[in-house]
């Protein structure tokens, strides 16, 4: 019998599924990536008997301060979790696979929000209603946040209600596409520091005869060298000379610089040298945002990994202001939920992760469609899923993935480019064409179209 059967009977149970956050796939299989360690049988019943139910007895005590975080349940919403609970933990009475999803969206409100080019779009689950509803309001683009807080504010009325948050986001990939990045320092091995200018000799539009390669993110003059090499397989030929990182300190000072990407030969066999100077560079220039290659791409082409490191660099401060701030209004509301933000692949990640790795959020906007895609295709034809085109139209662009039986298509992480740049992070296969809701078309005197 499963620990939720077990317990379903008790009203303290309930409680419990409203304090801790436990995501249950009963059935087929037990997603160990996504599930809580606290929904194992065994760990649940542990924690049940040695410190949940205690808390609970002595919280219900008259005058007792409420759990940290959260307010006294109503006995609607006591109720409301016992008869999803005791639906959930009859597991042989279930039909394939049951989700009881976000635990403390049982007793509060599931809020999605998407920052668009010219709306910000939300979806609030009210699970205790069961109600969904959705609405928009004009994106800012000067501070996102302000309009995640006016559409928020509009659509919940009691903000401490909010128990989940998901968000998507472009702000990211809007720095990156109207070049408004920070400036980036690039340190790289002594004796290649032109990889990153020289790039690759394929060209990406064969028939255009003034076809011109992007200009770098990272002009050549701001590409400095290390004196440091690690071989091939990892091992140390010259070791770190931290005397040279003298130089680049002073620079950074004296510029004023926020970012630095590291990118040394062979970092992926042996991530040695680029974390000593991580260490060294936030030890003599504090609040300096530093993004190392192996952390982005671990692996070889040293090209690709410059690149993508250099991405997260030029964005990170821009998503960090952001998000910071973000986080800080919402606490100002009493909003008890701790944000998530959508990952390029699909999946989320709190601020602190999107904060240092942006760049795996670089898509976190047009993915949210295509997770729609995945829920719409897995319930579809017994459950057993089916293929599908997601379509999404934006104010400024429109977003096309497919969904196919087996789920998700991925882009191979070394044929992904953006705008002519290759990322070598998981994203999710998407098309984006410049025209939406908002786009002009016309026909000029031949008859051809502009958009």
Not at 227 to 238: H, K, N, P, Q, V
Request: glycine content about 10%.
């Amino acid at each position: 019998m499963s620990a939720v059967g077990e317990h379903a009977e008790d009203p303290r149970f309930a409680a419990f599924y409203g304090l801790l956050v436990v995501e249950w796939r009963l059935g087929e299989r037990l997603d160990a990536e996504i599930t809580s360690a606290l929904a194992q049988e065994n760990r649940v019943k542990q924690a049940l008997r040695d410190e949940v139910f205690p808390i609970l007895e002595d919280r219900s005590r008259p005058g007792a301060p409420p759990l940290a975080g959260y307010h006294q349940l109503s006995a609607e919403r006591i109720e409301k979790i016992h008869r999803t609970v005791l639906f959930a933990g009859d597991v042989e009475a279930c039909d394939g696979t049951v989700l009881v999803h976000d635990a403390v969206a049982l007793t509060m409100i599931q809020l999605g929000v998407d920052i668009g080019g010219t709306f910000t779009d939300f979806v609030v689950v009210d699970e205790t209603e069961e109600r969904t509803s959705s609405g928009k309001v004009s994106s800012t683009p000067a501070n996102p946040a302000e309009g995640v807080l006016a559409g928020l504010q509009h659509l919940v009325s009691e903000p401490n209600d909010i128990g989940f948050i998901v968000h998507g986001t472009t702000v990211g990939l809007n720095s990156f596409l109207e070049r408004k990045g920070t400036r980036v320092l690039l340190l790289m091995t002594a004796g290649v520091r032109d990889a990153y200018s020289i790039a690759r000799h394929d060209r990406k539009e064969l028939y255009a005869l003034q076809y011109r390669k992007p200009e770098r993110l990272v002009p050549r003059r701001d590409v400095l060298e290390v004196a440091e090499r690690l071989r091939w397989d990892g091992s140390i030929e010259a070791p770190l000379d931290t005397e040279s990182l003298g130089p680049i300190i002073e620079k950074i000072t004296a510029e004023g610089i926020d970012a630095v990407a590291v990118c040394f030969l062979h970092a992926y066999a042996n991530p040695e040298h680029e974390l000593q100077v991580r260490e060294i560079l936030e030890r003599e220039c504090p609040g300096l945002s530093v993004t190392l290659s192996h952390e982005i791409a671990r692996e070889w082409r040293e090209y690709e990994r410059a690149s993508s490191a250099v991405m997260n660099a030029y964005i990170a401060p821009k998503v960090g202001g952001y998000l910071g701030s973000l986080e800080d209004q919402l606490g100002g509301l009493d909003v008890p939920a701790t944000l998530h933000v959508m990952q390029s692949n699909g999946g989320t990640a709190t601020p602190e992760v999107a904060v240092r790795y942006p760049v795996r959020a670089i898509l976190s906007g047009p993915v949210g469609g295509v997770m729609g895609g995945v829920w719409r295709s897995a319930r579809d034809r017994g459950g057993k899923g089916r293929s599908l085109a997601t379509l999404d139209v934006g104010g400024t662009s429109a977003d096309i993935g497919i969904v196919t039986e087996a789920g998700l298509v991925e882009a191979r992480a070394r044929d992904t480019w953006i705008a002519g740049y290759p990322v070598m992070v998981p994203i999710i296969d998407i098309e984006t064409i410049g025209a939406g809701g908002g786009s002009i078309a016309h026909l000029d005197k031949a008859g051809g179209l502009h958009v």
